[in-house]
């Protein structure tokens, strides 16, 4: 059964929002700069637009077969995990101080989007299988799929960074300096959590 253009970008719309919605880095970086930005989560969400958009094109036009080297792999969980590492423990040293200092990350939201977008081994690891896949049905539909592919994905992103930041930061009322202090560190340990995970997971 041949795969209609609309039927396609459904598909992309479902596997894009299913994608986004499992926990990960990019989400604890949502919820800790939620707490002061209601907005966090939209500028997070462009900031990773900025960092996928040319990875889609880059996959388009033949990157997939050096992505999807074992090697290449191996390098961007290592190099990847050990920048999460870094940055949770930053924001782990920050927890115990005022809100504007915890969150230990770029100042900027839309950088810190780009910057745990572009360190996050796992983002390389979906686009390498599941988005190859994607990139690959798009590109039967020419230059068109594939833009309408970014215009479909992209935003079932920033939508559910916006969803998750606008909840953080209504929800602040109720954050005590003690319960601040937790959900941050909570924040940091599973940021150094995953870059751990990935480390571990490219040595062995």
């Given at each position: 059964m041949?795969?209609?253009?609309?039927?396609?970008?459904?598909?992309?719309?479902?596997i894009?929002?299913?994608?986004v919605?499992l926990?990960?880095?990019?989400?604890?970086?949502?919820?800790?700069?939620?707490?002061r930005?209601?907005?966090?989560?939209?500028?997070?969400?462009?900031?990773?637009?900025?960092?996928?958009?040319?990875?889609?094109i880059?996959?388009?036009?033949g990157?997939?077969?050096?992505?999807?080297?074992?090697?290449?792999?191996q390098?961007?969980?290592i190099?990847?995990?050990?920048?999460?590492?870094?940055?949770g423990?930053?924001?782990?040293?920050?927890?115990?101080?005022?809100?504007?200092?915890?969150?230990?990350?770029?100042?900027?939201?839309?950088?810190?989007?780009?910057?745990?977008t572009?360190?996050?081994?796992?983002?390389?690891?979906?686009?390498?299988?599941?988005?190859?896949?994607?990139?690959?049905?798009?590109a039967k539909?020419?230059?068109?799929g594939?833009?309408l592919?970014?215009?479909?994905?992209?935003?079932?992103?920033?939508?559910?960074?916006?969803?998750?930041?606008?909840?953080?930061y209504?929800?602040?009322?109720?954050?005590?300096?003690?319960?601040?202090?937790?959900?941050?560190?909570?924040?940091?340990?599973?940021?150094?959590?995953?870059?751990?995970?990935?480390?571990?997971?490219?040595?062995?």
């Amino acid at each position: 059964m041949e795969t209609t253009l609309g039927l396609f970008l459904l598909s992309v719309a479902g596997i894009s929002l299913t994608g986004v919605m499992l926990p990960g880095p990019l989400t604890t970086a949502v919820i800790a700069k939620g707490y002061r930005n209601r907005h966090a989560g939209a500028l997070i969400g462009a900031g990773h637009g900025i960092v996928e958009i040319p990875l889609i094109i880059a996959l388009y036009l033949g990157l997939s077969q050096f992505i999807e080297s074992p090697r290449v792999l191996q390098g961007i969980y290592i190099a990847g995990g050990l920048m999460l590492l870094y940055l949770g423990i930053r924001m782990l040293r920050a927890s115990g101080r005022e809100a504007d200092a915890a969150v230990g990350l770029p100042a900027s939201a839309l950088a810190t989007g780009m910057v745990i977008t572009a360190t996050n081994p796992a983002f390389y690891a979906w686009w390498a299988t599941v988005g190859i896949a994607l990139v690959a049905v798009a590109a039967k539909f020419g230059h068109t799929g594939v833009v309408l592919l970014m215009l479909v994905h992209v935003p079932m992103d920033v939508i559910w960074n916006e969803f998750l930041s606008v909840g953080t930061y209504g929800s602040r009322r109720w954050w005590t300096p003690k319960v601040q202090r937790i959900v941050f560190g909570i924040c940091a340990l599973v940021l150094g959590g995953f870059g751990v995970w990935f480390v571990l997971k490219a040595l062995l």
